[in-house]
């Protein structure tokens, strides 16, 4: 009997492990064609759904201009058989395009038993002199609480025990007056914005842009980090939350002779906290950040020289 109740037990708790994973499937994955050319009137795949959960289903397909609200294509399948790759078009559309280089971003939509599955796409349209457009489809990509931090050297490269993520901070000479723009940098990977350092007399104020922000941007700012530390030798923590609360804040005047004790070489460090897409906004897609740029190792270099 011990033997029976054993092996009962055993395989309830094989059952019990199966039913995550089976409630963990997506009832409906997607798939996006990265490249395609269209030519006036044509319509080609763009995307492939596959069916997970049910034997078959119904699915009806729209695909909207978010840019106008207009819906540009839109059908519905019947009798979709589970785990068969089924393609959805994408048809030419030029709607207030010009004859150069735009973009415009489409919301596929696929609704499956009651519940709607959706993905934002960005179309990436060229056409010169009546030739055929080149349109290329990129998938709108997200990235949740990243951190940003302006331009500069890195800690982990100055002194690897100190953080093995990679925060930049700024060295500045604040003898010099009016305004230092700098690339406000997120995940490492996307220019997102411009950070401004003011000095206006004997007052020092920080502010910075999400690009777009006014116009619809998609970047969000979840915290906040601003600080400046005297000289390298005084860095013995990034971490804000180790840190604890700063004396200083964007948009706030900061005195030199008083706040920063005179110091005019200071090292400014931000560490915002960001949740951001790769387009700024529905039309303007961010830079890539890429650190080894002659230009970028110079002003890398230059602000090396002004540390203490």
């Known amino acids: 009997m011990k033997k029976i109740a054993l092996l009962a037990l055993i395989l309830g708790l094989a059952l019990c492990a199966c039913v995550p994973a089976l409630a963990a499937t997506k009832p409906l994955t997607i798939a996006v064609e990265k490249e395609i050319t269209l030519t006036e009137g044509e319509s080609k795949d763009l995307l492939t759904t596959t069916i997970n959960s049910t034997e078959s ?31 959805w078009p ?54 949740s609480n990243n951190t940003a931090c302006s331009f500069g050297p890195q800690f982990r490269v100055v002194q690897p025990k100190l953080t093995d993520k990679w925060y930049m901070f700024t060295p500045i000479d604040l003898t010099q007056q009016g305004v230092q723009e700098f690339e406000y940098v997120a995940s490492n990977m996307y220019v997102i914005g411009k950070v401004y350092v003011t000095v206006y007399g ?70 915002n906290e960001v949740t951001y897409s790769t387009y700024a906004n529905a039309t303007h897609k961010l830079t890539r950040f890429w650190p080894n740029l002659d230009e970028r190792k110079a002003l890398r270099e230059s602000m090396l020289a002004l540390m203490d």
Do not use: C
Not at 91 to 120: E, H, I
Not at 239 to 252: I, M, N, V
């Open 90 to 143: 994408l048809p030419y559309y030029d709607k207030g395009m010009s004859n150069q280089k735009s973009v415009k971003r489409l919301q596929a939509a696929f609704k499956m038993d009651g519940k709607t599955y959706t993905l934002n796409l960005y179309y990436n349209y060229s056409r010169k002199n009546g030739q055929a457009a080149q349109i290329t489809v990129e998938k709108d990509t997200w990235y």
């Open 202 to 271: 004997d007052v020092v104020t920080v502010s910075y842009e999400n690009f777009y922000e006014k116009e619809a941007g998609q970047t969000k700012t979840l915290t906040e980090y601003l600080y400046f530390f005297h000289d390298f030798a005084s860095v013995d923590q990034v971490e804000p939350e180790k840190r604890g609360p700063s004396d200083f804040a964007f948009d706030r005047p900061i005195r030199i002779s008083e706040d920063l004790e005179g110091d005019t070489n200071v090292l400014m460090f931000i560490r």
């Open 57 to 87: 289903g119904k699915v009806r397909y729209t695909l909207t201009d978010m840019v106008t609200g207009k819906v540009v294509y839109k059908e519905t399948r019947k009798n979709l058989k589970a785990g068969k790759d089924v393609a």
